[in-house]
Nanobody, 125 residues
Framework: QVRLVESGGGLVQPGGSLKLSCAAS????????MGWFHQAPGKEREFVAA????????YYADSVKGRFTISRDNAKNTAYLQMNSLKPEDTAVYYC??????????????????WGQGTQVTVSS
């Protein structure tokens, strides 16, 4: 298990940017695949992005490709989600999550074993 704490959410106008951070505690961070999911009111939690343990492989939902960038700094036990060109439909609670590298698809929510408390992102004028 990894303890995860997100920060960086807030209110931003359409077209604006936010950078989310996910601070992790626990010795398994550097060997874990890290992911971001979001959940809008009345909807299921959905995959946004993921990054392999060494940062060499990244994965994105089609809806955020070209706008969002996931990264990590293993020396700081922190993962990031840079969000640019934000749209009102990006409004949701964003959750940081971790999974074992060898446990299958990064897109499946059920394969992630640790979750943060979430941070609200609101895109509105």
């Amino acid at each position: 298990q990894v303890r995860l704490v997100e920060s960086g959410g807030g209110l931003v106008q359409p077209g604006g940017s936010l950078k989310l951070s996910c601070a992790a505690s626990g010795r398994t961070f550097s060997s874990s695949t890290m992911g971001w999911f979001h959940q809008a009111p009345g909807k299921e939690r959905e995959f946004v992005a993921a990054i392999s343990w060494n940062g060499r492989n990244t994965y994105y939902a089609d809806s955020v490709k070209g706008r969002f960038t996931i990264s990590r700094d293993n020396a700081k036990n922190t993962a990031y989600l840079q969000m640019n060109s934000l749209k009102p439909e990006d409004t949701a609670v964003y959750y940081c999550t971790a999974k074992d590298n060898a446990s299958g698809s990064v897109y499946l929510r059920t394969l992630y074993h640790s979750w943060g408390q979430g941070t609200q992102v609101t895109v509105s004028s």
